[in-house]
């Protein structure tokens, strides 16, 4: 498959764009998490991995469900947006499918795992794709437009 006016979203914007939605994320929950749990909710010696139900429900559910709905709905989280970046079908260049945007999310822990390795290859390959895009089948590239419109892919032999 040969791409045209495709620019594909490299490593530092896409880390960029990480650093946006945990910042937002973090304003967000953590005043949350504080109004239930108070201040002691940060003290190490007395909290563990999960401090409750709450804890757990804001800091993993919420989150997961919100970049879920972000990518099935606007291509993209909002760190994504303010720099311009969608994610599409590494294939036809549409909207990613629910599917694939499910799949894309877990398959961040087979990224993030092995040293982070999976989220580092996106600096070395081709079409800058994590191991959580090539699992989903997926790309994220630079916007020239708005709106979930496809890119244009052509197949090498039209």
């Not at 764009?17 to 945990?22: E, G, N």
């Not at 800058?128 to 916007?143: E, F, P």
Request: aromatic share 12%.
């Amino acid at each position: 498959m040969q791409e045209q006016d495709v620019v594909y979203a490299g490593f530092w914007v896409r880390v960029g764009a990480a650093i946006i939605d945990t910042l937002l994320i973090v304003m967000l929950t953590i005043p949350l998490l504080v109004a239930i749990y108070g201040w002691a909710y940060f003290d190490a010696d007395k909290t563990g991995f999960i401090v409750g139900p709450a804890d757990f429900i804001l800091s993993w559910v919420v989150p997961a469900i919100a970049v879920i709905v972000f990518w099935t709905y606007k291509q993209a989280t909002p760190g994504k947006t303010v720099l311009s970046l969608r994610i599409v079908d590494a294939t036809t260049g549409n909207p990613p499918s629910t599917g694939q945007c499910v799949g894309r999310y877990l398959a961040y822990y087979v990224s993030i795992i092995p040293l982070g390795l999976g989220l580092i290859w996106v600096a070395f390959d081709k079409r800058k794709q994590g191991w959580h895009d090539k699992l989903a089948g997926t790309v994220v590239i630079r916007s020239r437009q708005r709106g979930p419109s496809p890119v244009t892919f052509v197949k090498p032999n039209e």
